[in-house]
């Protein structure tokens, strides 16, 4: 019975199997039973994360700069906002809401209802309402949001178009969650439910329309029993507040949240203290201190309850604020100088409004400590408004696919102005966004000669001339007719002559191109402030160079081209290219015109009716391409990036930021093909400082009396007047006193410079003020203290106009600089610059403000103590 | 040979056998009732069904196996043709298994499950070179068709299913064991290479046996979300107690992240609601079942009737090992229904049909014949 036997060992596989499985049951339940009583634990909690505080920022005066502060926001909740059509009970009033496509959604609060239920001995609580119910339920007719968009004073209707946007991105999410699955060949019978899954979160899941709700709108939110707002709710968030609102921008910095591509790897380099609430700083002392202002996120658990609310308490960790930030500054005295700089009628020639804002910078340094103690410049922008939304688009624009679009930007509710303003002024060559006192370097003009003078004498070689007759004449450099003039008259008298020949015309010229190239570098031009001031810097750079995308550049040269060839226009086209970046810096309209330029240029040669555009990173930088897109900024065109150098020193403000180069390559009809190249300094390369800088010939006379190739920041200016004032230290200015309540120590480097010629510069500088010199018109008597200082008119050249003028001239800078003493006062040094509209002499602009900040200074208690 | 009455038939029944399928659908229903998540009302759609599955068994009863068997290829080319309707119009947006018939889904490779055991108990009870290496050939082909055609669907497995099927219906025919070695080890080989091919198993299905071997683990979202239903499923096993909770709220709550749970994953579901010893039952249901299912191949002489019991039992047999393995976390997840209790009506339907098959070939007349067939 062969049959018989291969039946019954068949069963016997079979039962051995079925043995095998109901083992295999058996073990989990009985031996793994609490692993899996435990993970079931945690599918009814739900962890909560709390936000931590982020410490403040103070400045050295008390005054809180920025803090966080609880805000309302309002959320839209995609699910119920495609719900809204309501009923009333006629019995107890209470509200339904549509559920289904038809059915309403049967309320708790219902007590009529309720009541029915438990007469008919029902268990189970029916969610919808049945048909014939709802018929006895009156209709209301649509919410009307106006009052709420009253309140927030938008116009009417806008809420809905809000979140009617939301609601259609959720929509798109879903449909490309869809698509991916059929793209990936999803083929289980889960797939449908795993989608709904996904499409139920995100449909319920609240979104944020406003980021920051006014108080009586939330109210009116919250408040609401008839469901008026049903979709919209309000949730409380921290909200980084900055209280003097336009107080030093670009010093303070701003937040914003983590966008989708960093949480990563944040969250591998901090852990826990990253959570996708997580806001960081992205410039300024918000970026430098980030990680110390930065809390602890806390954490908390909750449980289900029996009723089905997460009521139990399981876990609480409350969230550890993060250290407050100390800075050196004192923000009454600074808002005190802002206001006599950019708010006094009388400042004339300086009234000069580049971009619709006047524009300039004071800076005082203790000439001791390097601590930046007044800090005012201007233009300056609103902390307060939404700049971290305009931030999280940008940062969201390039990734807006991926990760199955799962992440949805917030778009920014912002009155006073939209993202394309914004970008406007962002994308300008003197962007509101960069600071004037550390990162916009101009021509120093006359203000660079005590520092000439003190290079000569410490080059220890005799001076050219012990005195030199200056009569007005028509040679270059035009002068005042300044008579018989020495070293320290030439500084009184602002002698361009005097400089301009004794530097490039003595027979001493080839040391002195070498020696004083390295002794400007010595005093601190050319090179970065500080580590703390060039960390701050660095994000600022993200600013001015806003991305736009390759394709928006291509538009507009495309444009441009259409325009001015008309049919004969070559075709532009993004070549796909690997490394090319799909963003790169700058304004794409400029850019755009430029590229077309080149564009038409390539066609007419080569005859190619296309042309194909591409950008790869590059090492390099070129600088007159980088002239042509407008970045000079502190160091893209520095003291030591002279031309004739062979090297181009920056500051490390703007180092270890990658850069583009925009090619374009015409294919041509014979084979080949050419090469356009630009740069595009998004941000700008490493310093390489091996050799030392030396002056090229031509510039000889122009570096002497702080034109031509020489640019610096008021910042800079100040700590090289410093060492004047403290004997040879080389201080650090630096804003940030204290983090924590630990004061940050900075040592100052001792210069080898000889005493004597510090005194023979400062004697040249007493005389400015005091005696015959240039500023000797201001009214220093209201100053109580011994003032040294340096006036300078500095022109603009012509290929660069940071402001946007055009040949009239240009803006002027108006500078003056220089350290004030006085017994039992802390000795400052200090810089201003005014850019202005004409050539009027700095003495009568950039002095008398300087005197007048001056005056105020030392009437506040923080002027006491010191050397 | 004498045509037997239906009345005969019915008497001759193996009630007993009946009986137990009944008893598995009727858990099955409450079974599915617990799933349900109060939107559709599974439970009440699966009764109907169980119902409806009944009746069919009684006409399949009615009907002489040996005349379904005869027109087996009819039957073949109809499921094949249904298969690849399929894939002609369930293609696009709803990954095609189904056909739409109204508001009811039929699932062609259910049906074809059934069809390809009537083939191959016809075609091995006619034909016996299965015993020679070459013409193992033919069932294979018979075989392989439907199996590339539901693989392209692709449900991989119903596809697999069906390959255990062949075995075991080509071993209890006498085919050599050596032969079926060699070819099993081939087979084995090649599917090793299959996988390996890129383009012929979509990823998603390698994630799935990627997913199984690394239970546990938590490498990618991706094996992740795969990982999530059989962490699910061993959760609920492991919360469920000796006794069980019943058909309550609490075994609701308890299963309430469970994908699939009134369909593939019902196991869980079970013995949640009847703990252990419930499990424990049903075990033993499943025991007695197919037992009797060869209990009838045994009684019946007729080598067609043989065939197509012992195909049903192995039907039966693999489905309830594999449904139940793969929910214990004991093998990759595969869609697979467990006879009788998951929800679907083509699987209920193709079930009670099969038994109606087995009931039928029980309740006919022993024919003697000198020895037994296969010896
Ligand atoms: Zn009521
Ligand atoms: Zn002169």
């Known amino acids: 019975m062969r049959f018989r036997r291969r039946l019954i060992l068949l069963y016997v596989v079979f039962c051995c199997v079925m043995g095998v499985v109901w083992l295999r049951a058996t073990q989990l339940q009985w031996i793994d039973g609490d692993v899996w009583a435990q993970a079931a634990r945690k599918l009814r909690q739900r962890p909560e994360r709390l936000d931590a505080m982020r410490g403040p920022i103070v400045s050295a005066d008390g005054v809180v700069l920025a803090e966080d502060a609880p805000v309302f926001q309002l959320t839209v909740v995609a699910w119920d906002f495609q719900r809204r059509a309501r009923a009333r009970c006629s019995g107890c009033g209470a509200i339904y809401f549509q559920s289904g496509r038809r059915k309403l959604h049967f309320p708790r609060t219902c007590a009529c209802r309720r009541q029915l239920i438990r007469r008919s001995g029902e268990d189970a609580y029916p969610r919808k309402v049945p048909k014939e119910e709802s018929a006895q339920l009156e209709r209301l007719p649509p919410a009307d949001l106006r009052p709420l968009e009253k309140v927030l004073d938008i116009a009417p209707g806008s809420l809905a178009i809000r979140a009617k946007e939301r609601v259609a991105e959720v929509e798109r999410i879903i449909r490309e969650l869809r698509d991916r699955m059929d793209r990936e060949g999803d083929d289980t019978s889960f797939r449908e439910k795993r989608l709904e899954l996904r499409a139920q979160d995100l449909l319920r899941r609240p979104f944020v329309i406003i980021g920051n709700l006014p108080d009586a709108a939330a109210q ?150 390097g601590e930046v103690l007044i800090w005012s410049e201007a233009p300056r922008y609103d902390l307060n408004t939404e700049l971290d939304d305009l931030y999280d688009k940008r940062l969201t624009e390039a990734k807006r696919d991926l990760d199955a679009g799962l992440w949805i930007p917030r778009h920014p509710l912002d009155k006073r102005m939209t993202i394309e303003e914004w970008r406007a002024r962002l994308v300008q060559p003197a962007p509101v966004s960069m600071s004037r006192i550390a990162q916009l370097a101009v021509e120093p003009g006359s203000t660079f000669k005590p520092l000439i003078a003190l290079g000569l004498l410490q080059s220890g070689l005799p001076l050219p001339f012990h005195s030199y007759h200056c009569h007005n004449s028509t040679r270059s450099p035009g002068c005042h007719a300044c008579g018989s003039v020495d070293l320290v008259r030439a ?13 490039r015309d003595s027979k001493y010229w080839p040391t002195y191109r070498t020696y004083l190239g390295g002794f400007i570098e010595e005093v601190g031009i050319g090179r970065a402030p500080t580590d703390e001031i060039s960390e701050w810097s660095r994000g600022q750079w993200l600013w001015p160079y806003v991305d736009f995308t390759m394709k928006d550049m291509l538009g507009h040269a495309q444009a441009w081209l259409q325009e001015h060839g008309g049919d004969d226009a070559p075709t532009l086209e993004l070549a796909a290219l690997p490394g090319t970046p799909p963003s790169v810096g700058g304004d794409p309209a400029r850019l755009g015109s430029r590229l077309a330029k080149v564009a038409a240029w390539v066609a007419k040669r080569t005859r190619a009716r296309k042309l194909l555009v591409s950008a790869t990173r590059v090492e390099t930088i070129e600088r007159d391409v980088v002239m042509e897109f407008g970045v000079r900024a502190a160091g893209a065109r520095p003291w030591s990036a002279l031309p004739g150098t062979d090297r181009t020193a920056l500051p490390s403000a703007l180092s270890g930021l990658p850069r583009h180069r925009v090619g374009i390559r ?8 050419v090469w356009f190249r630009a740069t595009m300094p998004r941000r700008v390369g490493r310093t390489d400082r091996s050799k030392p800088p030396v002056i090229r010939p031509d510039d000889g006379r122009n570096v002497a009396i702080g034109q031509g190739p020489v640019l610096v920041t008021p910042l800079q200016m100040a700590r090289a007047i410093a060492v004047l004032a403290n004997g040879g230290l080389l201080v650090d200015p630096h804003v940030v006193r204290a983090v924590g309540g630990r004061a940050v120590q900075r040592v100052p480097r001792r210069l080898r410079i000889d005493p004597g010629h510090i005194d023979t510069v400062r004697d040249g500088m007493y005389r400015v003020v005091n005696e015959e010199g240039t500023a000797r018109k201001a009214n220093w008597g209201q100053v109580p203290a011994t003032v040294y200082g340096k006036t300078g008119t500095a022109q603009v050249g012509r290929t660069w106009q940071p402001f946007g003028e055009t040949e009239d001239g240009g803006p002027w800078h108006h500078w003056f600089v220089g350290f004030a003493e006085a017994p039992g006062r802390r000795t400052i040094a200090f810089a201003c610059v005014l850019h202005a509209r004409a050539e009027a002499a700095s003495g009568m602009t950039a002095a008398p403000a300087t005197a007048d900040i001056l005056a105020r200074w030392y009437q506040d208690p923080a002027s006491r103590g010191g050397k | 040979m004498r045509r037997m009455s239906l009345g005969e038939r019915l008497k001759s029944a193996d009630w007993l056998l009946l009986g137990l399928g009944v008893l598995l659908a009727f858990a099955g229903v409450l079974g599915v009732q617990t799933a349900a998540d109060g939107r559709v009302d599974y439970g009440s759609i699966q009764m109907r069904w169980a119902i409806i599955g009944v009746t069919v068994c009684l006409l399949m009863l009615a009907m002489p196996y040996r005349v379904v068997v005869q027109w087996r290829y009819l039957w073949y080319v109809g499921g094949i043709l249904l298969l690849l309707a399929v894939l002609v119009v369930g293609r696009g947006k709803s990954a095609g298994r189904w056909i739409s018939l109204g508001s009811f889904r039929m699932q062609p490779s259910e049906i074809m499950k059934l069809i390809l055991v009537v083939t191959l108990a016809g075609y091995i009870r006619y034909d016996k070179r299965h015993r020679t290496f070459l013409g193992l050939v033919a069932p294979f082909a018979l075989t392989l068709i439907p199996f590339l055609l539901i693989m392209k669907q692709p449900d991989l497995g119903t596809a697999l299913l069906l390959l255990p099927v062949l075995f075991v219906m080509l071993y209890v025919a006498g085919a050599n064991r050596a032969h079926l070695g060699i070819v099993a080890a081939a087979g084995m080989v090649a599917a090793g290479v299959l996988f390996f091919t890129p383009g012929l198993l979509n990823e998603y299905q390698k994630d799935r046996v990627r997913a199984f071997l690394m239970q546990g683990s938590d490498d990618t979202a991706l094996l992740r979300s795969h990982n999530h239903q059989i962490e699910q499923s061993k959760m609920v096993v492991g919360t469920s107690d000796l006794l069980g909770r019943g058909v309550s709220e609490t075994t609701r709550e308890a299963i309430r992240f469970l994908p699939e749970r009134h369909s593939d994953f019902i196991f869980p579901v079970m013995i949640h609601a009847f703990g252990l010893m419930g499990a424990t039952l049903l075990f033993m249901i499943y025991l007695l079942f197919i037992g009797l299912i060869l209990r009838t191949a045994l009684k019946v002489r007729e080598p067609s009737g043989r065939l197509l019991a012992v195909g049903v039992a192995s039907l039966f047999a693999c489905q309830t090992a594999i449904n139940l393995g793969m929910t214990l976390g004991l093998l990759p997840i595969v869609g697979m229904p467990l006879p009788f209790l998951s929800y679907g009506g083509s699987s209920m339907l193709t079930s009670f049909a099969a038994l109606g098959l087995v009931l039928n070939v029980g309740s006919d007349h022993p024919v003697e014949f000198g020895r037994g067939d296969f010896d």
């Not at chain 1, 609310?309 to 550890?320: K, L």
Request: proline residues 8%; aromatic residues 10%.
């Open chain 1, 491 to 503: 500084i009184e008298k602002s002698c361009n002559r005097y400089f301009a020949y004794s530097v």
């Open chain 1, 666 to 673: 015409g294919q041509l009809e014979r084979g080949g093909m």
């Open chain 1, 220 to 369: 009116l939110v919250l408040t609401n029993e008839d469901g008026t707002f049903r979709g919209f709710g309000v949730r409380s968030a921290l909200r980084r507040n900055y209280p003097l609102g336009d107080f030093a921008p670009q010093l303070l910095g701003f937040t914003s949240q983590l966008g989708p591509e960093e949480y990563g790897p944040l969250r591998e380099q901090h852990g826990d203290r990253v959570t996708f609430n997580t806001r960081i700083g992205r410039t300024g002392v918000e970026r430098a201190c980030n990680w110390q202002m930065h809390g602890e996120p806390g954490h908390r658990l909750m449980e289900l309850d029996e009723s089905g609310q997460f009521s139990i308490t399981v876990e609480d960790r409350p969230p550890r604020p993060g250290k407050p930030v100390a800075l050196s500054i004192h923000a009454k005295i600074s808002r005190i100088a802002e206001q006599l700089l950019f708010s006094d009628p009388r400042r004339g020639p300086a009234g000069y409004v580049p971009q619709g804002q006047p524009s300039g910078a004071f800076v005082a340094l203790d000439a001791y400590t």
